[in-house]
């Protein structure tokens, strides 16, 4: 085993931890919060093999938590308005110099962030509709 593979299982260990943390902290805060663990842990696995155990469960976990949020007509509204206040708020960071943190960086962190939720909303949909019979 040469030093590109050692370098290599690093990077994806902190890489992996990181996104884990994100996502460990986005289960409190508004945010694809499973998501993100899930993608933590698949990056972790390619580094750490034994995490691979922990990958299933929460696959399936993330996967009902994004169904669930199209499921319910008020939680897809909530979700929508999330995005809509999300696009607001980015805009109104990069426009308005008086606000914290104001600038490109901050609003545009902000309408990815709802670029991110109606995407993610949109694939939730897709895939509870194709489940449906008929």
Known sequence: M??????????????????????IALLVLPGPGMLLVLSGLLIL???????????????VRAVQAAEESVTSWWRLTGSVLTGLALFGAGVL???????PLSGWSTGLGLILSGIILYALLFWSHRRVRARRPG
Do not use: C, M, N, T
């Open 2 to 23: 040469g030093y590109g593979s050692h370098a290599r299982r690093g990077v994806l260990a902190v890489v992996g931890g990181a996104v884990l943390l994100a996502g």
């Open 45 to 59: 696995s390619r580094a750490i093999p034994s995490v691979e155990r922990f990958v299933e469960p929460v696959r």
């Open 93 to 99: 960071w990069i426009v308005e110099p008086r606000l």
